[in-house]
């Protein structure tokens, strides 16, 4: 049964950094993609960032552009999730994901993490 176990999210002031993890297990991770998502209260959940398995291709959200970094280590499963400038805004639970195959900007991600929080403070 694949498993998504992301590490403890966190408080950090603004203009500060985060580095998020998740590990995949329970499962054969080639040509997997994978990818970190939030949602913040009363909205929906949105793509952060995703990464193709071999790393070539990345997307990012917009609003993230700049500012966090989406990297892989296919030998441990893991992906994590560079976060830098930090924005009251950032704050939401954030979720790694993984699907078969490239990424793609929506939610259409097989396997999800449990969520971890993030709280930005200005």
């Known amino acids: 049964q694949v498993q998504l176990v992301e590490s403890a999210g966190g408080w950090v002031q603004a203009g500060g950094s985060l580095r998020l993890s998740c590990a995949a297990s329970g499962g054969t991770f080639s040509s997997y993609a994978m990818g970190w998502f939030r949602q913040a209260p009363g909205k929906e959940r949105e793509l952060v960032a995703a990464i193709s398995w071999g790393g070539f291709t990345t997307y990012a959200a917009d609003s993230v552009k700049g500012r966090f970094t989406i990297s892989r280590d296919n030998a441990k499963n893991t992906v994590y999730l560079q976060m830098s400038s930090l924005k009251p805004e950032d704050t939401a639970v954030y979720y790694c994901?993984?699907?078969?195959?490239?990424?793609?900007?929506?939610?259409?991600?097989?396997?999800w993490g449990q969520g971890t929080q993030v709280t930005v403070s200005s």
């Open positions: 994901a993984v699907r078969r195959g490239m990424p793609v900007r929506g939610t259409g991600y097989d396997y």
